[in-house]
């Protein structure tokens, strides 16, 4: 008698279980909507730029721009990402790309007029050089123009570290040094 009401406990709360989730699932489903509802417009980005995702009300957008312009839905955007791939003279593909973005990358895409957004190169590499008592440290900081962060990768990987070159004004010191990642 007992096992009876276990077996029927068990079942009320796999089909309460199914319940559940079929209401989340239906509440969670997105809706589908077709081109034809949405309201696009064109944003003029740099030619050398061959990817662009922004983050926007109803999600992050990627595009492909052609030619350096590309379509957005009409809204309030923040920059996510550019991306800038080419190929060296030996097959090698270099890409350049920029992301985490401060308050400068906010931008509104609008049907009546195109916006540029100066994205993408150059980018600028500098050292930065610290002393703590006699020992000095090197860190090398590649930003963009909106100060974003910048990766850049050579067939998919990091390239081989900088080399760093000291001398002094008399030559008397002259030494390169490798920098090293991680």
Do not use: C
């Not at 052609?66 to 060296?88: A, C, F, M, S």
């Not at 007029?113 to 050292?127: A, C, F, R």
């Amino acid at each position: 008698m007992q096992n009876k009401y276990i077996v029927w406990l068990v079942l009320g709360l796999g089909l309460f279980g199914l319940l559940v989730v079929s209401i989340y699932r239906l509440k969670n489903t997105p809706t589908a909507i077709s081109d034809k509802d949405v309201v696009y417009g064109s944003v003029n980005l740099p030619e050398t730029i061959t990817q662009f995702a922004a983050d926007g009300e109803n999600g992050i957008v990627n595009i492909k721009p052609d030619k350096g312009i590309g379509q957005l839905p009409v809204g309030e955007y923040t920059t996510r990402l550019w991306r800038t791939e080419r190929e060296d003279d030996q097959g090698n593909t270099w890409i350049l790309t920029g992301q985490s973005f401060g308050d400068q990358s906010l931008f509104e895409v609008n049907d009546s007029n195109q916006i540029k957004l100066d994205i993408g190169e150059p980018i600028i590499s500098t050292v930065d050089a610290r002393k703590s008592g006699s020992i000095y440290s090197f860190n090398q900081i590649i930003k963009g123009r909106l100060d974003e962060h910048i990766e850049l990768t050579r067939n998919g990987a990091r390239p081989r570290a900088p080399k760093l070159n000291i001398k002094n004004k008399d030559g008397t010191y002259d030494r390169t040094f490798s920098f090293e990642y991680g």
